[in-house]
């Protein structure tokens, strides 16, 4: 064989095999491009069966969460799941008193938008299909990075792609942006050139109350540290009345009729429900009543008015978050027929007058990252709780015996409980207590605990949620979640 054909043969095997790397090469970032433009947090709208449902889906990492409601009740139900080597998406699903209800099966939503799948009772008496399409997404803005500080602004796109869902998105994005730059502004006017000690962090937040094809709500919870004992939690609500190719801000003077007196009405509601939770300064009569300005950050849902409270409106820091949702059945004759929650008010009116029982979503507040929920009010003592007693009453919680037993089998060293003082946290009449090392403030304790004097009530730190306490019934919870899903 001459050669130059062995050389022609050479060539062409060469060029052969760079075009099939090349093809290879092309498949594998197609693949990696569909991988990593599948949708990890985002808010979904569909149905189960023949029933409307909102769906808020987190599947980042290994251990997929989120919640979900349906429209005709507006009951969040917890959503807690894994993800198979296949790919599948499993979630199970629990009312807001922790009971299993159902549980989901389906691929992991996709780079359409979409999420289908089968949802199957607990006790496996019924199973239906179910399909979500993406209403939102979540994007983030870029804060420098730096050692002194840090920041992660997050605001939600709506996947409406018409004339109303574009000003939505304007003007949620131009806020974060606000948010974010004011907080870039004030840390060059701190620092000067200096390092900021300690380091200063920001957080912006958001929870998609509702979003339907006439109202579209949502709530962002902001989060900044710049030194002190704790750092700040704001919040601002954001309701849409969409008609046509508009979206019109909601304020509460358009939810009700134009001669009614509704404030003194909701602020009644509001304030019962404040007290069932037991907000310390609406307990101690320091808030007696709620005025406009109060009751400015609302929500609105299929269940009712969701009004939020940031720590220091009705309690003090270590309380956090307050929600509370009034029922449209109590608001009858105030409300307007015609106005922006008219859809969900001629069910829940029509519902009243046949006397049907009050749902349970107006006794029970949303969740949110530190919202306090309701808790049995236990009965006030004959006298007030003394240290010693409030110290044996938390060694002796199952919990903290089991990490007592720990500490000794690991370290051979006994840990103890150690109560701060009375007062500390802003509270007269509690007892804080930490329970770890003998020197909390100089080294991490495992956690710590606040016993109201006057009712042995226990509230337990909660890091997570912006240092929030919680109710011991939750923060047990908490913990058998977190068990399970490891």
Known sequence: MPTSGVADK?????QICR????????????AIASASARPTHGYWVGTIGDLSAQMDLDTTGTKPAGSYFYEKTGIPL???GTVESDGTLRLTEQTPKQNVTGSFRGALPGEGGTFS?????ADGSKSLPFRFHEAAAFGTLAVPPARDFSGTFHYPV????????AQVNAEIEGFARDERDRFLADVRKAGQGAKLSPPWEADLNWEIH???????CLLATGYQFTGGAHGIVYCRAFNYYVRGENATPITL??????KSEFIPTLSRLCVAQLTDKEAAWVMNGQVKGLSEKDLSTFLLGPDGLTFVFAPYEVGPWAQGMFQVTVGYRELKGLLNPEGPCARFTARAVASASKK???IAAVVEAKPAAASIKAARKPAHRDKPLSQEEAVKLIAELPEVRRYFSTIEQISHKQGRAIAMGQGHGGDPNAWEVYVGEEHPDRSACWNRFRVDQRTGAILVWNAPSYNALIPLDQWRQQQSARASGE
């Open 158 to 165: 709506l996947a409406a792609a018409d004339n109303a869902g």
């Open 210 to 216: 509702y979003d339907g094809s006439t109202l579209v």
């Open 19 to 30: 075009v099939l790397t090349g093809i290879a090469l092309l498949s594998t970032n197609i």
């Open 78 to 80: 917890t959503l807690t």
């Open 253 to 258: 003077n358009d939810l009700f009729l134009s």
């Open 117 to 121: 799948g089968i949802w199957t009772a």
């Open 10 to 14: 050479n060539a062409m095997a060469r």
């Open 356 to 358: 049907e029982p009050r």
